[in-house]
C-alpha cells in the first residue's frame, strides 16, 4: 500500500527492551515509563529491540504471561504490536490507578512520565526491524494490516493472567 506519491504510510516507533515490549503487546502493561515526555499522540509501533532484561523484569508476572523459559522465548528486533499512544503524563498523576500488572511492570518513581498505550493489537507474525532511540519513523510493510490480531483489553488481559486489580 502507498500514497498518491507512491510513498508507503508511515508511522511512530518505540523501541522497548524485553520483556517490556512483549507485555505490552500481551495487553497487561499499559504505561511505557520513561524519563521524558512527548506531545505526540497516535498510533505507534511496539518494537522489541535486541536485549532481554532478565535482572529488572517482573519475573513472576514474565512467568503467568510467556512461560518459565521467557527469556529464551521472546522475539527480539522486531515490531510485535501497534497501540494508539493516547497519553504521556507524569507518573505521580497515574500511581494511584494502576492495576498490580502494570505496577509490576514499569518504574512510577517521581520525575518520570507514564506513556498510556490504548487499543493494543498484537502482530500475529513480529515483523523485523533496526530499532532506535526515542520515538522514530517506520515505513509500514504492505502486510502490516493483515498481521494485527483483535484489540486487547488491559482488564481483561490482566484478568486472564491473574493479575486483575
Known sequence: MTDLFGQRPTI????LWQPWASLVAAGVK???????????????AVHAA??????????????????????RTL??????????????EPTERVADHLTPADRASG??????????FENVRRLTTPIPLLGRQGLFNWEQE????????????HSAACRHY???A
Do not use: M
Request: charge should be positive.
Open 162 to 164: 491473574g493479575w486483575a
Open 30 to 44: 499499559r504505561h511505557e515509563t520513561r524519563h521524558w515526555s512527548t506531545s505526540y499522540r497516535g498510533p505507534v
Open 107 to 116: 518504574n512510577f518513581t517521581r520525575g518520570r512520565y507514564a506513556w498510556r
Open 142 to 153: 504492505d502486510a502490516v494490516d493483515h498481521l494485527l490480531g483483535p484489540r486487547l483489553d
Open 75 to 88: 522475539p527480539t528486533g522486531c515490531v510485535v504490536a501497534i497501540a494508539d499512544l493516547t497519553a504521556c
Open 50 to 71: 535486541k536485549t532481554v532484561d532478565t535482572a529488572g523484569a517482573p519475573d513472576l508476572l514474565c512467568q503467568h504471561v510467556f512461560g518459565e523459559f521467557w527469556p
Open 12 to 15: 511512530k516507533a518505540l523501541s
